[in-house]
Nanobody, 127 residues
Framework: EVRLVESGGGLVHPGGSLRLTCQAS????????MAWFRQAPGKEREGVAA???????MYLGSVKGRFTISKDNAASTLYLQMNALKPEDTAMYYC?????????????????????WGQGNQVTVSS
């Protein structure tokens, strides 16, 4: 059974930090590109950050320089370090896995390509 389980979200003040974790199981983690998406109420889901099988990252423009995506293949775990958080970062955050393109192609704008999704973890940035 494939599972992606996110944790680490919560309530944080503007300027604060959080680290999201996604524990994967049921598939060969190192063969998949991985990504973080988010969806705020009333808004479309958007890709935040992705990392391919070689460890090369890519970011949504508005989070570049503040967020860092990383992974530990041995532990089948994906991370998202979020610093300098802003109220507009408030959303449900999801991790996702993609095999299309051999795990090298991890588009932030085409969520339909992703094969597996977690259940989501809420991040709220508020004073």
């Amino acid at each position: 059974e494939v599972r992606l389980v996110e944790s680490g979200g919560g309530l944080v003040h503007p300027g604060g930090s959080l680290r999201l974790t996604c524990q994967a199981s049921g598939f060969t983690f190192s063969d998949y590109g991985m990504a973080w998406f988010r969806q705020a109420p009333g808004k479309e889901r958007e890709g935040v950050a992705a990392i391919d099988i070689y460890g090369d990252p890519m970011y949504l423009g508005s989070v570049k320089g503040r967020f860092t995506i990383s992974k530990d293949n041995a532990a089948s775990t994906l991370y998202l370090q979020m610093n300098a958080l802003k109220p507009e970062d408030t959303a449900m955050y999801y991790c996702a896995a993609v095999r299309y393109g051999g795990g090298v192609y991890c588009p932030l704008s085409i969520s339909d390509l992703y094969d597996y999704w977690g259940q989501g973890n809420q991040v709220t940035v508020s004073s």
